[in-house]
């Protein structure tokens, strides 16, 4: 079987993130395993302006050279792991800019979580589980939760989140929920349609 395509999107982008841990981490984890591949998408890579085009792509087309240069790249994977931060208990702002400025490059694809924080962004996941829905995202049941004082001592503490090996199980069980669902609706996606009945 050809390995599906993973991209880790990174949620935040202020200068001080703490972002880029938990993503490495995951990327260092996922890349271990030979039925994928991965690679990190950095929204700061992408600095678009709060969503301002007529309507979403799923619509029209989108003017904004960087919209259409994420949505590109966007398009490229069978699947996504979200690293999120949970701002307010929400979902970070620029991440669901970013959500917002694709559509049909998420549509038929699943999506997986790993959060970090006081209560490793379980709020903000919660939103995001039911922003994938309406993204036309198949969201996973595993999710990765670096919370309260695990994250406190790797945020501040000095510790590194390798040491933290009780959540590798969590990661593995996400990427095998994650891979199957991304093979399976890949072959669902390549499936020529069915003419409509006339
Ligand atoms: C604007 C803002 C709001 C925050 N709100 C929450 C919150 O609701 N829940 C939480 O657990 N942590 C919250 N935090 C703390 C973050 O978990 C912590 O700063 C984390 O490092 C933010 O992710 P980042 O470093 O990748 O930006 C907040 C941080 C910021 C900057």
């Keep these: 079987m050809a390995k599906v395509k ?20 995951t990327k260092d984890i996922a890349s271990q395993r030979d039925d994928l591949t991965v690679e990190i998408l950095d929204l700061r890579d992408y600095p678009m302006p709060f969503f301002d085009e007529v309507a979403s792509n799923a619509w029209v087309p989108s ?7 994420w949505q590109k790249k966007v398009a490229e ?15 970070p702002a620029a991440l669901k800019n970013a959500l917002d400025y694709a559509y049909p490059e998420w549509n038929k694809k699943p999506a997986a979580f790993v959060g970090y ?12 589980r039911l922003i994938a829905v309406e993204l036309q ?7 990765v939760h670096i919370q309260g004082a695990d994250f406190m ?16 199980k ?20 390549e499936r020529p349609a069915i003419p409509a009945a006339a």
């Design 77 to 91: 994977f069978d699947g996504y792991v979200f690293v999120t931060a949970e701002y307010n208990r929400g979902v």
């Design 6 to 25: 993973i991209g880790i999107i990174i949620g935040t982008t202020r200068a001080a993130r703490f972002g880029d841990r938990p993503a490495n981490w």
């Design 117 to 128: 924080g006081s209560v490793g962004a379980a709020r903000a996941i919660e939103q995001l």
């Design 170 to 189: 969590n990661a593995t069980d996400m990427l095998d929920q994650l891979i199957w669902w991304a093979n399976a609706l890949k072959a669902a996606r």
């Design 137 to 143: 995202m198949a969201p996973t049941r595993t999710g």
């Design 63 to 69: 003017q904004n050279e960087v919209a259409q240069r």
């Design 153 to 168: 001592a790797v945020w501040k503490g000095g510790k590194e989140i390798t040491e933290l090996t009780h959540l590798q």
